[in-house]
């Protein structure tokens, strides 16, 4: 099915907690599969997106496409795996997912130092009228400057 299958099923009528469901599974499937510009159709350009460790807070168009961008640059072998997924009764969608990769490049301030990274996060995913509305994702900062090589939090940018 295409993204744009996806996002047409999805059109007709409100947030069952399948279509939510389906539609946070193939947004986290698209943002594993490197594919920023099919994750991001899922979400409206204006969906508020609130990166909570990385104090981003904006709309998908901005700051979902730059962290989105950021991470596939940065982690080209980047896997995305969903180890729960529910739907609430608001049509948010809760993702625990595993985002791991090896750092090919800078991220997000911290120098590549070639690392193996495997990092816990919670997506919340807000489905209305058949798309992506509201982003916010959870993780422990220090346990990704921790993955990444980072031994002073007060130098975030090491240098090898």
């Not at 625990?96 to 919340?124: P, Y």
């Not at 993780?139 to 090589?149: A, D, F, H, S």
Request: hydrophobic fraction near 45%; proline fraction near 2%; charged fraction near 25%.
């Amino acid at each position: 099915m295409s993204v744009t299958e996806v996002s047409s099923a999805f059109s007709h009528g409100g947030t069952s907690d399948g279509s939510a469901s389906s539609l946070a599974r193939a947004f986290l499937e698209r943002m594993g599969a490197h594919d920023v510009e099919g994750a991001l159709q899922l979400v409206e350009p204006q969906a508020t997106v609130d990166l909570v460790p990385l104090k981003l807070q904006g709309p998908a168009a901005e700051v979902g496409r730059c962290y989105l961008e950021e991470l596939v640059r940065a982690f080209p072998d980047l896997q995305v795996h969903v180890k729960r997924l529910f739907v609430g009764s608001d049509g948010t969608a809760v993702a625990e997912v595993v985002v791991e990769g090896v750092q090919a490049a800078d991220f997000f301030g911290v120098v590549n130092q070639e690392k193996h990274m495997d990092l816990d996060q919670v997506w919340l995913l807000h489905v209305e009228a058949g798309r992506i509305d509201r982003v916010r994702a959870y993780w422990c900062q220090n346990r990704l400057y921790r993955r990444l090589g980072v031994k002073r939090l007060d130098r975030v940018s090491i240098i090898a």
